[in-house]
């Protein structure tokens, strides 16, 4: 079957436009989770879905940040008035969620290939 | 301030060598995980350890929990350059209730 897909794969843009980022999580997974990339570096994280609820949003940087997901599916990560230093591979991943408000200790997540994100 | 330190950073040997990649934390966690993620791809699980001072080993990677579930390495016998890519590794915390990655080791396998 398909794997977690993310679009675009690249988006440059200039300081102070917003952007918005997608993805398509593996069908009937119902966690999703965002996570932040600097050249080569480990993942941060910013906000992780439990169906369409965020329990826990502590990771997203600034107000600038925001994220939704609709359907229990789609996730769109949007940042407002972009500045340099959000430039970063965006990754998201998804996972079969386990019982409790977790999504799971031992779940596999599944990522996509990231979208590249360049704020000239 | 990471929660997970990998040791080393980056690591260039030459094909047919023995390595091992360091995860510590001062932190428990209930499960750790490593991934391997090439360029321009998102990482891809390679082992879930649960139990503490568990060992798994996969073809010619030896993964070890310690004992007191802070700590994990990645042992990889005889590299070959397809072994090249970034390393991380991932603990979950039952008492932040999140994934916690490390910062990556870069490995490079020369022919």
Redesign the interface.
Known sequence: GAGVSQSPSNKVTEKGKDVELRCDPISGHTALYWYRQSLGQGLEFLIYFQGNSAPDKSGLPSDRFSAERTGGSVSTLTIQRTQQEDSAVYLCASSLAATGTSGGSTDTQYFGPGTRLTVL | T?L?E?SPQFLSIQEGENLTVYCNSSSVF??LQWYRQEP??????LV?V?TGGEVKKLKRLTFQFGDARKDSSLHITAAQPGDTG?Y?C?G?S?NF????????T?LNVKP
């Open positions: 990471q997970l990998q209930s499960s321009g791809e998102g990482p891809v699980l879930t649960v970034l991380l991932a979950y039952y209730n999140k994934f916690y990655f490390g910062s990556g870069k």
